[in-house]
C-alpha cells in the first residue's frame, strides 16, 4: 500500500486538468494506491510539504468532467529550477523527506520540458540515495516543442482555438471597402507550431492567413514588405500570422526574462503594424492572441482533452510497472485515420530540448506553410465537449483559495 | 409587388448577420416582395448601384443558418456619414435613383447609432421629395450604446465572450504563488456597458473581477492604486476589468480618428500596466481583447442571435405596415423570467445619442459593478448554438470575393 503524489508545472494550458483527471481515476483503479496528493504549486508544494488530499476535494464523477473542462492548473504552478544535486543537495532532501513522511511510491509531474529536467534530476537523485520512488514526467505545453513525443497535450486546444480565432478574425478583416492589413501574433518563442496551425483554414477554402511567419524561418523586413505588397494586389484585406518568437530587430523585445531565463517577447506585432503604416501606409492594425491561446477551454479540442486524460492515466500504469525517470509520449501511427498509440521515454532524452517545426513544412518562400503539413495539424484539433455551463458562461472547477494556502 | 434592399454598417458584431437572416426569411412569407436586394459596404453599395440578389446567394435553410453563425457583415460594411440633405443633395439623388431603378419599396439598414443617423436623413428626404420608399432601422452595435432600447442586438454575445474570457483569465492568473494584476482592457467608447458585463462572475461566485473602472465613473491614478493595495491585501492574483474609454492622461490615445471623428483608443491597459510596474512593483501584465469580443461567434449568445433575427424580421414587418424612419427597439418586461417585446421608435431620437450605464449600477467607490445591475445582464448571455463545423473549426458563410468586387 502505497501513496502517490501529483503536481502541475510551468505555464497553464487548457489540459493540464485532464491529466491530472487521468491521474486521479486511474489511481482509484489500483487497490495497492492509497491517498492522493496534490502538491500546491508545482514541486514547490513538495519541497514545502504543502500537499492536498485529491479524494477530500474531487468528489464525483461531475467534479471529473468538471475538472477536464477548467483550464489552467488546479493546483497552482511554478517555474522552479532544481539545482544541480551534487552542488546542491539541501532542496533535495526537502523533497525527499516530504515524499517519505507521505509514504510516496511514486511522483507524477505534469509539465513542459524544465519539469521533465525535474523529473530526470529528481529519478537520478533517488537512485543515487537508494530510494524507492518513482518518478514520471507527464508532458504538456501549448508550444508543441517536446521532443520525442509526437504532439504534447494542450497544443490541440491553442491551435484549435488559433485557428478559430483567426477564423473569426478575417470575417472581421474584409468588412470596408479599403485594402487593410491585418497582423495577428501567436505565441511560440522559438518554434512555430502555434503559429502554423492557423494555416488549417486553406483546408476550408479559406485563403487566409495569407502570410504565415515561424521562427524557423528566416526573416527580414524587406522581404516582409515585398510579401505584404504582393498580397495586396490580390486581396483586399491581408491577414498575417506572425509567430511572437520570429527574429525581429534589436529593441522590440522587452528583455525581461523569466527564473529560467527565457526572453519574455512581446511586441512583433506592433513593431510589424508601424512598419507597415509607415512603409505602406494602408489600414493596418495588430491582434495579440495572448493568454486567450491557452486558457480558452470553452473552445477545447476534445482529441486533445481525451489524450491528456489517456497520457495521465498511463503515467500510473507506468509507475505501477516498475518504471522511473520515464516521460509518456505519443507515437502518431496513421494520420487518417489518425491513430497514435502511448509510450515512454527517458525523460532526459526529453529535457532541456526544444522540436522545431520541420523545415519541409515551410514554403520556399518562408512565409506560408505547405499544404501536405496540414495532415499533422487537423487530427488534434478535432471534436468538442458538451460544456457545463453556468448563468451562460462555462463553469469552472475551483479548489478554494484558504485550502491552497 | 415590390423589391426590397438591406445593407449592413459600422462595426462588426456577432450577430448582424442573424438580423439580415431575419430580413430575408421574413420577406420570403410576404407575396408583396420580390427580389431582396443586399447592398455591398453599407450604404456605399445604394450610391454606387452596387447591389447582390440575396435569393441568388441564400438557397436553403442550412445557408440560412449558417449565416446566423457567421460574425462580422457578409454584404461588408462602411462607415460612411451622409451630409445634410439641404446643403449637399448629390448622393441622395444618387441613392434615389438606386433605390427606384430596382424598384425598392422599402430599404432595411442594419447599424449602430451613425446608421441610424442615415435612416433618418433618408426618410426625411424621400418625405420632401414624395418618393414613397420606406426607410427602417434594425439597430446593432457590442457597446450597447443605444438609446431607447433596452439593449442592442450583439451587446449579449460581446457579453457572453467578455465573462467567458475574464472567467478563463482569471483561472489563467492565480497559478503561480506570487501576487500578481492582471489588467483586462474592453471595448466601450464612452460607455461601459461591455467591461461591466464581466461583473457577471460574480453571480457565479467568482470575486473577480475585484475592480471594474467604466468611463460613466471618475477615474484618477492615485485612487486607482490605492484600490489595486487594497485589493491585494485580500487576493493573491487582482484581477481588473478596463473600459478602454475610461479618462487618462494626455498621450495615452492614439489620437486617431475615424470618418465620424470618433477618436480611436488604444493602449489603457499598456499604461496601467506600466503604471502598476512602476508605483506598485509587482507582477503585472495587460490583455486587450480587441476584436475577438466582436466576431467570437463561436460562443455566441443564442438569445442575442434569436433576438437579432427577430428584430430583422419585424424591421420588414414595420415597413409593410407603411412606417418609415423607424428604428425597431427592445422593451424588457421582466429580468425573470426574461420578456421583451419589440417596438419601434422615431429614427431622429436614436441617432447621434449615446446612452450610458445607469449610475445606480456603479458602486459608491466608482471601482465595481452593484449586485443587483447583475439582472440586467444575465438574461442577455444565456443559451448556445449547436455550431456546424468543419475540420474541428467553426464555418461560416461567405459570398466569394468576387461577387462583392
Redo the contacts between chains.
Keep these: 500500500m502505497m501513496n502517490i503524489a501529483v503536481a502541475q508545472s510551468g505555464g ?1 494550458t487548457c489540459v493540464i486538468n485532464a491529466s491530472l483527471v487521468g491521474v486521479f481515476k486511474e489511481s482509484l483503479k489500483h487497490p495497492e494506491i492509497d491517498a492522493i496528493f496534490g502538491s500546491v ?1 508545482g514541486i ?1 508544494g513538495i519541497i514545502e510539504n504543502h500537499l492536498v488530499d485529491l479524494k477530500s476535494i474531487i468528489l464525483t464523477n461531475y467534479d471529473m468532467e468538471l475538472l477536464r473542462q ?4 488546479v493546483l ?4 522552479y529550477k532544481l539545482p544541480d544535486w551534487r552542488e546542491d543537495e539541501e532542496v533535495y532532501k526537502k523533497i525527499a523527506a516530504t515524499l517519505k513522511q507521505r509514504n510516496i511510491g511514486a511522483f507524477l509531474y505534469i509539465g513542459g520540458n524544465d519539469s521533465m529536467d525535474t523529473v530526470n534530476k529528481l529519478s537520478e537523485y533517488f537512485s543515487q540515495i537508494g530510494l524507492d520512488i518513482k518518478v514520471i514526467g507527464i508532458p504538456k505545453t501549448i508550444d508543441n516543442d517536446l521532443c520525442i513525443t509526437d504532439h504534447t497535450p494542450g497544443f490541440g486546444s491553442a491551435a ?1 482555438y488559433v ?3 483567426m ?3 478575417t ?2 478583416s ?4 479599403i485594402p487593410s492589413v491585418t497582423i495577428v501574433e501567436i505565441m511560440g518563442r522559438h518554434a512555430g507550431w502555434l503559429t502554423a496551425s492557423s494555416a ?2 486553406h ?2 477554402g479559406e485563403t487566409a492567413p495569407h502570410l504565415v511567419y515561424v521562427p524557423e524561418a528566416e526573416f527580414s523586413i524587406e522581404r516582409f514588405l515585398t510579401d505584404v505588397r504582393q498580397e495586396m494586389s490580390k ?2 484585406a491581408v491577414i498575417i500570422a506572425v509567430s511572437e518568437g520570429i527574429e525581429v530587430p534589436e529593441g522590440v523585445q522587452s528583455g525581461v526574462v523569466d527564473n529560467f531565463g527565457h526572453k519574455y517577447l512581446s511586441g512583433i506585432g506592433k513593431h510589424l503594424e508601424s512598419t507597415v503604416r509607415t512603409e505602406i501606409g494602408c489600414k493596418v492594425r495588430s ?2 492572441l ?3 491561446q ?6 477545447g ?1 476534445k482529441t486533445d482533452i481525451d489524450e491528456a486524460e489517456e497520457i495521465g492515466a498511463a503515467g500510473i500504469r507506468c509507475a505501477l510497472s516498475g518504471e522511473t525517470g520515464k516521460v509518456l509520449v505519443f507515437r502518431r501511427i496513421e494520420d487518417v485515420p489518425y491513430t497514435v498509440v502511448i509510450e515512454t521515454a527517458d525523460a532526459g532524452d526529453v529535457a532541456n530540448q526544444e522540436k522545431f517545426l520541420p523545415k519541409n513544412y515551410i514554403n520556399s518562400a518562408g512565409n506560408n506553410i505547405r499544404r501536405f503539413a496540414l495532415n499533422y495539424f ?1 487530427p488534434l ?4 465537449l458538451d ?1 457545463i ?8 472547477f ?1 479548489i478554494h ?1 484558504s485550502v491552497l494556502k
Design positions: 497553464p504549486n514547490e477548467t483550464p489552467s492548473t497552482g504552478s511554478c517555474r484549435k485557428a478559430t480565432t477564423h473569426e478574425i470575417r472581421d474584409i468588412v470596408y471597402s488549417v483554414l483546408s476550408m486581396h483586399k491582434i495579440e495572448n493568454v486567450m491557452r486558457c480558452s477551454s470553452h473552445l479540442s487537423l484539433i478535432q471534436g468538442e460544456l455551463m453556468d448563468n451562460g458562461v462555462p463553469k469552472h475551483a483559495e
